[in-house]
């Protein structure tokens, strides 16, 4: 990102220096290390990334990680309600689906899924947008708390929280269903087909009690992996959902960041979103 932050001080993205003096500037450009070569700006970068160093905040004058992880709690808030709902959802509709592969909802059902997995999560978020705005007035759009509301973790304040969520949430589940679907409908197709299943039917077993007993439990162990490996992926959709619904959370926290050309906290969002990414690669 080329540009000078200093000149960015402010959150409208000042274009001069609010005050500072050339010796104050030539103080943060020695703190910040940008007097030295660019290999060894380079260098303290990757050490900052691994020893969890992000900096001081100018403009908030409090430590970038500080701020950081105030915002984390939302976004794992809408993260792991969103990642339960898809895969409950998934199981579900995949189990049916694969089920009656045969008939009309199998049919329509996996067409279904397969067009939804093709629309960007920032177009459902828009829409989700506008019909929530429309249709359902009573749900807020935009934020994550009411203006103004005291926070104390009372009735009243909860349920406005997931008030707030609500949206959010809805597009990440949506966004992400149809590969749970597409699995688990893959998984129990190849289940159903095996010999144990005409065993178990030859014994006087019903379908549903094969179904539940022993071909969900087959299918839904390469579920479980996928799961934890689609945490990265919806922390990463989450980031444009945040932005869509203005939704308080590490991905506003990043484009704020970016707007503003605040570095530290740029360089700070993208180490936290690289290293959650190569911690679920690696660990796999």
Known sequence: MKADPFLFLSSEGADDISGLSEKQIEQYF?????????????????????????GFSISKTLPVSTIIFSRIPWTIGIVLCSLTITILLGISFGTLSAYYKDNLFGR???LFFVILSQIP???????????????????????????????????EVTMDILKHAILPILTLVIA???????????????EIEKRYVFIEKAKGFGDIYILCRHCLKNAITPLIT??????????????IVENVFEYPGIGKLLK????????????????????????????F
Not at 127 to 148: E, N, Q
Not at 177 to 189: D, N, Q
């Open 30 to 54: 020695i703190y910040y290390g940008l007097d030295k070569p660019l290999w060894q700006q380079y260098l303290y970068y990757l050490k900052s990334i691994f020893t969890g160093n992000m």
């Open 108 to 110: 329509y059902s996996y």
């Open 121 to 155: 999560p920032f177009l459902i978020g828009f829409g989700i947008l506008v019909m929530g705005a429309s249709y359902i007035p009573s749900l807020p759009i935009a934020g994550g708390i009411t203006p103004f509301l005291a926070f104390e973790w009372n009735y």
């Open 176 to 190: 992400r269903v149809s590969h749970f679907f597409m699995l688990m409908r893959g998984k129990m197709i190849v």
């Open 226 to 239: 996928e799961a934890l490996l689609s945490i990265a992926l919806i922390l990463q959709g989450s980031l």
């Open 256 to 283: 704020e960041a970016v707007f503003c050309k605040r570095l530290s906290f740029t360089t700070g969002n993208i180490s936290l979103y690289g290293r959650d990414n190569f911690g679920s690669k690696f660990y």
